[in-house]
């Protein structure tokens, strides 16, 4: 079946580390996402990772994918007061590349001073 | 390069209505995906064109809502009538056919959405 689950909100202090949990249930998932969403904005593909991957790193953002617990975690290094959104962790999993993605309910993260 | 455009940006309707939403997708992008937020729930996809083509629209509700994207360049989607739980945040997104990027990943790209609210 296609779920994605997440928190629905997260709050942390400006300059500590953010971390963002997802479960999913497909286990043919061949890419997994995270979505920022800023207020008035559309859907902005902050990163995404291979399912035959561990890890992913990118400046503050790491990405790590446990296939076996089918658990995703996006973790921001440093939170700045920009990165208050809406983050959407979603999945993809078919081989095809060209298909549809499907979405958590998101976690809004909230930046405290 | 322009993104993904939609239109309008919001919408206020009375049940019963009609109302069209419309995407522009990036110039060249064969896939353009309909998808929908409803209050406080997840994304959900509605449909998948391929060019002019509906790939997929195993997404769309019920037969109220019509898609359509005649010459494959922008998509309008019409709900008729509309109900109050139609309301919610309806995204477009557009990528480049796989087989133009010689089978890498392929990027969707979304636009701002269109928030609709049916009273």
């Known amino acids: 079946g296609e779920d994605v689950e997440q928190s629905l909100f997260l709050s942390v202090r400006e300059g500590d580390s953010s971390v963002i949990n997802c479960t999913y249930t497909d286990s043919s998932s061949t890419y997994l996402y995270w979505y920022k969403q800023e207020p008035g904005a559309g859907l902005q593909l902050l990163t995404y990772?291979?399912?035959?991957?561990d890890m992913k790193q990118d400046q503050r953002l790491t990405v790590l994918l446990n296939k076996k617990d089918k658990h995703l975690s996006l973790r921001i290094a440093d939170t700045q007061t920009g990165d208050s959104a809406i983050y959407f962790c979603a999945e993809s999993y078919t081989t095809h590349r060209d298909d549809k993605i499907i979405f958590g309910k998101g976690t809004r993260l909230h930046i405290l001073p | 390069e322009a993104g993904v455009t939609q239109f309008p940006s919001h919408s206020v309707i009375e049940k019963g209505q009609t109302v069209t939403l419309r995407c522009d997708p990036i110039?060249?992008?064969?896939?353009l995906y309909w998808y929908r937020r409803v209050m406080g729930k997840e994304i959900k996809f509605l449909l998948h064109?391929?060019?002019?083509?509906?790939?997929?629209e195993s997404g769309m509700p019920n037969n109220r809502f019509l898609a359509e994207r005649t010459g494959g360049t922008y998509s309008t989607l019409k709900v008729q009538p509309a109900e109050l739980e139609d309301s919610g945040v309806y995204f477009c997104?557009?990528?480049?056919?796989?087989?133009?990027?010689?089978?890498?990943?392929?990027?969707?790209?979304f636009g701002p959405g269109t928030r609709l609210t049916v009273l």
């Open positions: 110039s060249g992008h064969d896939n």
């Open positions: 064109f391929v060019k002019e083509s509906k790939q997929d």
């Open positions: 990772i291979f399912s035959n991957m």
């Open positions: 997104a557009s990528s480049q056919s796989g087989s133009v990027s010689g089978g890498a990943y392929t990027e969707q790209f």
